[in-house]
């Protein structure tokens, strides 16, 4: 049983009794100054009757109030829970894709980490085969030049290196009479070339 079904039935109780106490009293013969006071008591009864029923009714009222605010909360907390859930996952997504661009960064980092190794090891070997053919320049050209100047010599051949790259020009000379000679090495073979220079300087030698 409910407080206020209590208290509705205490209230029905004590009127009850009010009213057998007045029976008892009429049919005692009493005064009317004794009904007088009944009837007072009873008037007092009924004021604290309705005073309680309204305490009660503005208790019911609040608790209401109060259940409404709760529920409320409980409603706003569970959307900013799930406000704050949502934001948890976007973070976390945000954080696995901050980290993949950070690895796939390292990963070109170190690529081009050895790119640049192995171009700088080529270079070394550029600079060291540099250094071979020029100090092997250096040591034979003399005797290129000398050699160079030998086959003029011997040969009477002057070469005119002004021609195109397809061209092989140039003289032979001799004490009275100066032979030139121009060939295409596209038209002419290298056989044919050196048959045709050879007849030229027998021809000077003759």
């Known amino acids: 049983m409910t407080e206020g079904a209590m208290m509705k039935e205490n209230i029905l109780q004590e009127k009850m009794d ?17 009904l007088e006071r009944v ?8 004021q604290l009757r309705e005073k309680q029923e309204e305490d009660v009714k503005k ?9 409404e605010d709760e529920e409320q909360n409980v409603k ?9 859930q949502q934001k948890e996952a976007e973070l ?12 796939q960064t390292e990963q070109g980092v170190q690529s081009l980490m050895g790119k640049l ?3 700088k090891e080529e270079k070394e070997a550029v600079g060291k085969q540099k250094e071979s053919v020029t100090q092997n320049t250096t040591e034979a050209l003399p005797d290129v030049r000398y050699l160079a100047t030998l086959y003029t010599n011997v040969t009477k051949l002057k070469w005119d290196f002004s021609c195109g790259p397809d061209e092989i020009k140039g003289f032979v000379t001799c004490k009275s009479d100066v ?6 090495s596209k038209q002419n073979s290298q056989f044919f070339v ?6 030229l300087m027998d021809e000077t030698f003759d």
Do not use: H
């Open 18 to 34: 009010i009213v057998s106490e007045m029976i008892t009293m009429l049919a005692a013969g009493e005064q009317a100054e004794e």
């Open 39 to 46: 009837t007072e008591v009873w008037a007092k009864t009924n």
């Open 59 to 67: 208790t019911i009222q609040a608790l209401l109030a109060m259940n």
């Open 76 to 84: 706003s907390i569970s959307q900013s829970e799930g406000g704050i």
């Open 92 to 103: 976390e997504a945000e954080k696995c894709q901050a980290e993949k661009q950070r690895q």
């Open 117 to 119: 190794e192995k171009l």
């Open 179 to 184: 032979k030139p000679f121009s060939l295409n």
């Open 194 to 199: 050196a048959n045709y220079l050879w007849d």
